[in-house]
């Protein structure tokens, strides 16, 4: 109803729907304000509310029994309001009515309860990346500040860079050093790291041998090339075992061309 008036008939007809639990909210709370005042409506209910009990425990018919329904349009008829009496609504109809009420203030309470959880794990997310992004930035400039302590003059500076994280090899001459930051720990009791040396003609040599560990960057010092000139690129491989095996098998964790 979007309108009301301030007769009586309003509220008698108000009671058939309030007896089924088949208003709408709106109608529903203005009949509960009307109601404790009023005898007759608390007797139309009660009257209702009667008949829909038998009407639940009838037999097994879907239908309620004739004698019934006769009993209802006699009572209609006398009060001679058979005209603007509400149309009948079945049991069914109303249970129908107000379990899809029920389904759709669940589906809305449940849409707004996942639109808040993704809300969330999109913030939580978002601070996750934010703080992964701070702390390859962190591992970054601890590694540009060894980097410059190991650079002299006459050296050559070699980035090496993958998924896994940053690495440079410092080559003075025949001799190398190496420094990385963010790669991952190593299991120092069944896995090794291994620095490798690609040479022009293909030709790949191990340099050394290393294990990262978390927090600073990883220095190794004191490394050795044959040639230098001769080299064309640096890998880095994780290997299992403790040494370094004649040939990798293993795809480059770091790798960067001279």
Known sequence: MTSYDTTHEMYEELAVGHALSALEPEDEQVFLRHLPGCAACAAAVSEHSETLTHLAYAAVSDSP?????????????????????????????ARTRR?????????????????LILVAALVLMNRGLQS????QQQATDKLNLVVKTLLVDGSREVKLTGSAGKAVVVVNGSKVSFAAAGLPTNDRSSSIYVLWAKSVSGGVNAVGTFD???????????????????????????????QAPALSTQPAVVEGSV
Not at 100 to 115: E, F, N, Q, Y
Not at 219 to 231: F, M, Q, R, S, W
């Open 212 to 242: 990262i560990r978390s927090g600073e960057p990883t220095v190794v010092n004191d490394l050795k090339v044959g040639n230098p000139n001769e080299v064309a690129a640096f890998i880095v491989t994780k290997e299992r075992g403790r």
């Open 132 to 135: 992964k992004a701070d702390q």
């Open 65 to 93: 029994p004739a004698s019934i329904l006769e009993g209802i349009r006699a009572g209609v008829a006398e009060s001679g309001r058979s005209g603007a009496f509400p149309a009948p609504v079945s049991l069914d109809a």
């Open 99 to 115: 379990r899809d009420k029920t389904v759709r203030a669940t589906t809305a309470i449940l849409g707004a309860a996942a639109s």
